[in-house]
């Protein structure tokens, strides 16, 4: 999914639109390889740290130190996040904006906090690996659109840039009320792990209504879009009402009485899919721009 994005953004937003571009096909599949391995990375060492609770909460899933041993783990996490922090180095210099480089040092380096640390907080865990989430379709913006921004294209510069913003926004709110959702479906394991997570702390039911109301206010938001701006393309309209909008409704209708595991888990899968559709509707922006 994180490919498909970043290829969306570049493919389907950005060409289509004739915008002023920094990256040729060479370095934009660089910059993806670059986040694919730093997320890679990020994936085995929350792996690594997390076999005590995936012990309990997914013993079938387990592959560090079932599969492949700790250290072989560890030694995949270092070397993948060099390639990545590397190549995102190159990517830099490419655009010739080597300050960008700091945001893949500051990537990884939340990565390793968060599956070390941070995850076990109330909250906290959830918002920065959504905020990483969100970046990593910013980051095409960023290294697309910045480095050639002048003031005579500054403003379609700027107002594609919004567009990709508000895809980060969106995947942002989905990836929190997802994780909160992951963090009732792991109680148990959790628990015993001596996590701080926000169903630990403020029970199932309250933690249960806060991904209620995020789905309910996200729903709203998505159908003031609709009603507001895509009133005038009835293919983008109908797309969003059945493929985003719709699929939401079912989300919070289901969380009104999920009570089982296989319940939360059913939830968890059909956000993964709302996060797709949405990602899938910047295909729909040529059509949403000319209307």
């Known amino acids: 999914m994180l490919v ?104 990884s380096a939340l990565l390793y906090v968060y599956a070390s640390y941070l995850k076990r907080l109330f909250l906290i ?21 910045l480095p050639v921004i002048t003031p005579e294209n500054q403003y379609i510069q700027l107002a594609v840039f919004k567009i990709i913003f508000y895809y980060a926004v969106f995947a942002f709110i989905i990836n929190l009320i997802r994780e909160i959702i992951k963090d009732i479906e792991d109680i148990e394991g959790d628990t015993k792990s001596g996590m701080h997570t926000l169903p630990i702390v403020i029970g199932t039911s309250k933690a249960r209504s806060t991904a209620f109301v995020l789905t309910l206010f996200t729903t709203m938001a998505i159908s003031f879009y609709v009603i507001s701006s895509l009133y005038k393309t009835p293919i983008a309209s109908g797309y969003f009402i059945f493929f985003i909008i719709g699929p939401l409704i079912y989300v919070f209708i289901k969380l009104l009485t999920a009570k089982t595991k296989q319940e939360y888990r ?16 910047l295909l729909l922006y040529k059509y949403i721009l000319l209307s």
């Open 125 to 145: 865990g959830n918002i920065i690996i959504s905020l990483l989430v969100s970046l990593s379709i910013l980051i095409v913006g960023i290294f697309e659109l």
């Open 266 to 281: 059913h939830i968890s899968a059909m956000l993964k899919l709302v996060m797709l559709s949405g990602m899938l509707s």
């Open 4 to 107: 498909l994005v970043q290829l969306l953004i570049k493919y389907a937003l950005l060409e289509p639109l004739g915008v002023q571009v920094s990256l040729n096909t060479f370095s934009i599949s660089l910059l993806i390889l670059a986040t694919v391995f730093i997320a890679a990375a990020g994936n085995i060492i929350n792996d690594i740290y997390d076999i005590e609770t995936d012990t309990i909460n997914k013993p079938n899933k387990l592959i560090v130190g079932k599969h492949i041993t700790e250290q072989t783990a560890f030694n995949c996490f270092i070397a993948l996040n060099l390639i990545g922090v590397g190549l995102g180095f190159y990517v830099s210099h490419l655009v010739g904006k080597n300050a960008f480089f700091a945001l893949f040092v500051i990537i």
